[in-house]
């Protein structure tokens, strides 16, 4: 079986903690401000940002799930509870990612509108995806996915 590529995922997760230091540098507290019709640039960069630290955990997740040989993965969000499967990830912190796979696809295909109270929540929270960097590189560096 082939073993976790250390410099893969390290760069994935310098790329998610530099979009999450931005996300919760320049995500204003109140929705309100967020919604506001003159905030339509932020509203854009910070979902553009959002979208590249999710995918950041989707590349992860599959990375990790794919070289562990965990099978089938039919699904973004079946990588993503992979992580917590393998115990990677706590329990808690795989179902509180689970959603935002979902807000990936939505940010990227418009499946549906964009509901902006939702999405600024997902800002609001950037502290789970540092949790998840921070719980992938303590695996790893217990010998994770060797």
Known sequence: MASVDREVVRGRIERLLHEVDAIAERTPPEYEAYAAPDAEALRYELEHRLLIALQAVID???????VSGVRPLDTYRDCVMAMRALDVV?????????????????LVHEYQAVDGRFVHAALADAGTLRA???AVWRWIERGGGR
Do not use: Y
């Not at 992860?60 to 794919?66: F, K």
């Not at 808690?92 to 990936?104: D, I, K, M, N």
């Open 90 to 106: 706590p329990s808690e912190l795989g179902e509180r990612l689970a959603p935002a796979v979902g807000l990936r696809n939505v």
């Open 60 to 66: 992860i997740s599959t990375h990790v799930a794919v």
């Open 132 to 134: 998840f960097a921070a």
